[in-house]
């Protein structure tokens, strides 16, 4: 079992530009959640899908950030025209439903 | 709302010392509690979690931490330290109880361990 695998692990984004950070979840979990993690801090909720659908975005920024879980394909995390404030860590994680999170190894992004 | 609080951003022991890294929790519910460790540059792995069965919990590479009602807290301990436990520690607590798995997490503790 590969674990949860989020691709790329590093992105570099000029101000203005797109990310796009995607997760695939541990087999036969159907649960994702993204966080994010910001220097010297711990990490905050994002978001919460389960497929096709968003269950909790509560986290989410209202504006320029979106996420998705398609029937087929891994979970995306999409910040539009990113500032240099979007620098972070990004965290997703799954779960079958009960029992308790397994984490990705993040994706660093960096806005230049 | 549930929160937790880390007590020291920053930690450094001795290897063989003791180790002891602190967490309090804010709970309007029975709560689920966490402890994760994260390597540099590394996802979060977890070493243990409480969820109300018995008060002293034991994790992975020989850490455990007790539920302390009275105190809400839920410090994490190790008798011994070895240089491979050095890495950043948080604690968590599950938003609602453990009916889902959001969670609510400290600001992390940065362990050193000298040799």
């Known amino acids: 079992n590969a674990g949860v695998m989020q691709n790329p692990r590093h992105l570099v984004r000029r101000r203005g530009q797109e990310a796009r950070l995607r997760c695939s979840p541990m087999?036969?979990?159907?649960?994702v959640y993204w966080y994010r993690q910001l220097p010297e801090e711990g990490l905050k909720f994002m978001v919460y899908?389960?497929?096709?659908?968003?269950?909790?975005e509560s986290g989410m920024p209202k504006e320029r950030f979106s996420a998705e879980f398609p029937k087929e394909g891994p979970s995306i995390l999409r910040i539009q025209q990113v500032v240099r404030g979007d620098s972070a860590a990004y965290f997703c994680a799954s779960s079958p439903g009960t029992g308790e999170l397994v984490f990705g190894p993040g994706t660093r992004l960096t806005v230049l | 709302a549930q929160s937790v609080t880390q007590l020291g951003s920053h930690v450094s022991v001795s290897e063989g010392a003791l180790v002891l890294l602190r967490c309090n929790y804010s709970?309007?519910?029975?709560?689920?509690l966490f402890w994760y460790v994260q390597y540099p540059n590394q996802g979060l792995q977890l070493l243990l979690k409480?969820?109300?069965?018995?008060?002293l919990v034991k994790g992975i590479n020989g850490f455990e931490a007790e539920f302390k009602k009275s105190e809400t807290s839920f410090h994490l301990t190790k008798p011994s330290a070895h240089m491979s436990d050095a890495a950043e520690y948080f604690c968590a607590v599950s938003e609602n109880g453990g009916a889902t798995n959001k969670l609510i997490f400290g600001t992390g503790t940065l362990l050193a361990v000298q040799p």
């Open positions: 899908l389960q497929k096709e659908n968003i269950i909790d």
């Open positions: 409480y969820t109300s069965a018995a008060t």
């Open positions: 087999k036969g979990h159907s649960h």
């Open positions: 709970s309007s519910v029975p709560p689920y």
